[in-house]
């Protein structure tokens, strides 16, 4: 959850912070988070380069907004980095020619700086377009 007025030992955080905790017997604590968003189109040339990930930073959720329908159904995207182009939302975790929201909340934390990308494969289609967002911890 992100925004004000959620309960956390008497502090509500503020805009822009979600709760978090290392593991079950950690006490949960409220990070800072920032987000990235970034259009894309059919024709856009892949790999689409969204976001360079910063070190030692968790990834806290991952989505993708099909706004125009593809007109191709063997069209794909999907979201990852330079080692795993599926690693956070896979070709097989949305469906581009259908309006729709796919997200992911993957806790990712890279030891360096990553290239985050969308990978586009519009087969045959004449349109298709969405949003790409990422919101991580800072």
């Given at each position: 959850n992100t925004g004000e007025g959620i309960g956390?030992?008497?502090?509500?955080g503020t805009a822009g912070q979600i709760i978090t905790s290392t593991g079950p017997t950690s006490p949960p604590v409220w990070k800072n988070t920032g987000s990235v968003e970034m259009r894309?189109?059919?024709g856009d040339a892949?790999?689409?380069?969204?976001?360079?990930?910063?070190?030692?930073?968790i990834i806290r959720e991952t989505?993708?907004?099909i706004y125009t329908a593809f007109d191709?159904?063997?069209s794909t995207v999907s979201l990852g980095d330079i080692g795993d182009v599926n690693r956070f939302i896979s070709t097989t975790d949305n469906l581009t020619?259908?309006?729709?929201?796919?997200?992911?909340?993957p806790g990712t934390k890279y030891a360096?700086?990553?290239?985050?990308?969308?990978s586009i494969v519009?087969?045959?289609?004449?349109?298709?377009?969405g949003l790409v967002t990422i919101i991580y911890e800072l």
């Open positions: 956390l030992n008497g502090n509500s894309f189109d059919y892949t790999p689409k380069n969204i976001f360079l990930m910063p070190a030692n930073k989505s993708i907004v191709d159904v063997t020619y259908e309006i729709g929201t796919y997200s992911t909340t360096v700086d990553t290239q985050i990308t969308l519009p087969g045959t289609s004449t349109l298709g377009s």
